[in-house]
C-alpha cells in the first residue's frame, strides 16, 4: 500500500428539496384547500476516524464528495425523503484544514471520533404551510435551503508515543524492527526510509507505538533530502530517541545537524523530551565507546546511552529510559497542535 500522508478534496453536502403545491381533490369533502408538503433535507457531509487506516491515499483517486439533495414534498402534506448523510472515513490523526491552510477546522485524534462538517440544506416549505386566514390558497412554496461546500486540505499525522530521529543511516530502521513488529527496509545507504513506520513495543508489561521517520540531513528545512516533510508525524510525540551513528566522522556535529533541523522545523520539536543513543557501538571497543559518548554528552548537556540494535547491547536501557519518560510525559494530543485550538468550522 502507498503511503499519503495530505490531499485535498471538495465536499458539498446536499441541498434542501423544494416544498410541493398541491390542493385536496377528494370525494364527499365539500371544500378542498393546500396539502403540498415540505420537502426533504439535504445530507450532512460527516468525517468519522476509524480503525485500520494509515494513509490517504484513497484520496488520490476520490476527491469530490458530494452529498444527495432532499427529494420534493408531495401532496397530502407528504414531507420530501431526506438525502442520505456522506461518511467520509479517515485515519486516526488526521486534520481538516482550510484551503489555505492556515486553520485547523477538525483534528481527529481517537477512534470512532465522529464529526458533522457541512450540514445538508432545510427541505422548502410546502403550500400548506403559507396557509393563513387571508389566504385560503396560497400558490407560493420554498424551495429549499442551498448545499454547502469547501475545498479543504487532509492531513495526516501518525499518532505515536515516541519518535525516532537521525542522520539517514544512523541505524533507525534496524532499531524499530529489534524492538517492534514493524518490517522496515534496511540498507547500506542513505534513504533506505523513504516513509514513515509505525511499531509497538512490549517491554516490561508496557506498551506503546514508536514512529521511524526519513532521515534528515543539514539543510532539510530548505528542502534538501526528502525534506522535513514527515516531521508532522513526530509532532504528537510525546519523546524523541535521537540516533547518533558511532562511526560518523564527527558525532557531535551529527548531533547538532539534527538537532538544528527539528528548531528550524518549528511545533516544539527541539522542546520534547529527547533520550539520545549512540549507535552501532558493537564494532568498537569499550575505550572509543567511552570518548565517543564524552564528546557526545558535551555536545549535548546530556547523558548518552551506548546501544546496538544488532547485538542488543543497551536496547533494554533505551527501552526503560523511554518508558520512564512516557510515564510522566503529558498527552501532547489533548491540545491541538501548534498551540491553537481547533476553530469551529463555517463556510459562510
Sequence with gaps: MHFLDSAKIFVRSGAGGPGAVSFRREKFIEFGGPDGGNGGKGGDIIFEAVHGLNTLIDFRYTQHFRAPRGKGGAGSNRTGAGGDDLVIKVPVGTQILSEDKEHVLLDFTHEGQRTVFLRGGDGGRGNLSY?????????????????????????????????????????????????????????????????????????????????????????????????????????????????????????ATSYAIVRDELAAYGAGLDAKPVVIALNKVDMLDDELIEALSGELEDASGAPVIPVSAVSGTGVDWVLDKLVEILGTAPDPVSADDDGEEAIEWSPI
Design 131 to 251: 396557509k393563513t386566514s387571508t389566504n385560503r390558497a396560497p400558490r407560493q412554496h420554498g424551495t429549499g435551503w442551498p448545499a454547502e461546500e469547501a475545498w479543504v486540505w487532509l492531513r495526516l499525522k501518525l499518532l505515536a508515543d515516541a519518535g525516532l530521529v537521525g542522520l539517514p543511516n544512523a541505524g533507525k530502521s534496524t532499531f524499530i524492527n529489534a524492538v517492534t513488529n514493524a518490517q522496515a527496509k534496511v540498507g547500506d545507504y542513505a534513504f533506505t526510509t523513504t516513509r514513515p513506520q509505525l511499531g509497538v513495543v512490549r517491554h516490561k508489561s508496557r506498551e506503546f507505538v514508536l514512529a521511524d521517520i526519513p532521515g534528515l540531513i543539514e539543510g532539510a528545512a530548505e528542502g534538501a533530502g526528502i525534506g522535513d516533510r514527515f516531521l508532522g508525524h513526530i509532532e504528537r510525540c510525546r519523546v524523541l530517541l535521537h540516533l547518533v551513528d558511532a562511526h560518523d566522522a564527527d558525532v
